[in-house]
């Protein structure tokens, strides 16, 4: 999970405020699986970005991101596609779309497969088509496309970070690839 923003209008925190609510509160949060289908819908690629941890390592991610106040999930899902992969990427997210899983990030290390050292966080992880141009945009270098075999791979699945390869094997197992 990793999100930096100077915006300050009604949808966010201070820094400070969300340094105090991540103390008290579990904080909402969408993780995304892009990925590319064929004619068929079956699966092609699964898209990993390629970001600077905030310990200075660069690690393989998913999309992620907070749901604003008063945000529609949905609306969160395109947000934070359209921040990492650029507004070209055209996500096919459904009207009313259903996560393939719920994570609970804990600060605390070992009590679920996911760890979030700032926050307990709830994130809704849902796998999304992509049909465009993809460009990672703002805090994301890049964008890499992998077979559905090739994301299954130890060395790639080390790669992510905070419990994210778990998410990603549970998405290609709920895809059936």
Known sequence: MTEATTRNDAGWLSGEEMDAARE?????????????????GVVTAVGLLLRAGSDG???????????????????ALLRHLEKDLGPLALPRVPPAPQPFTIAEYFPTPGVTPFH??????????YVVPVEGDCAPQQDALELTWFTPQEAREPALLAELANGQSHLLLQALAHLGV
């Open 24 to 40: 008290r509160l579990p904080i909402l949060y969408i993780d995304a699986v892009p990925v590319r289908v064929d004619d068929q």
């Open 57 to 75: 390592l660069v690690k393989r991610a998913l999309v992620s991101g907070r749901v604003l106040y008063h945000e529609r999930v949905r609306s």
């Open 116 to 125: 979030d050292p700032r926050q307990h966080a709830v994130s809704l992880a």
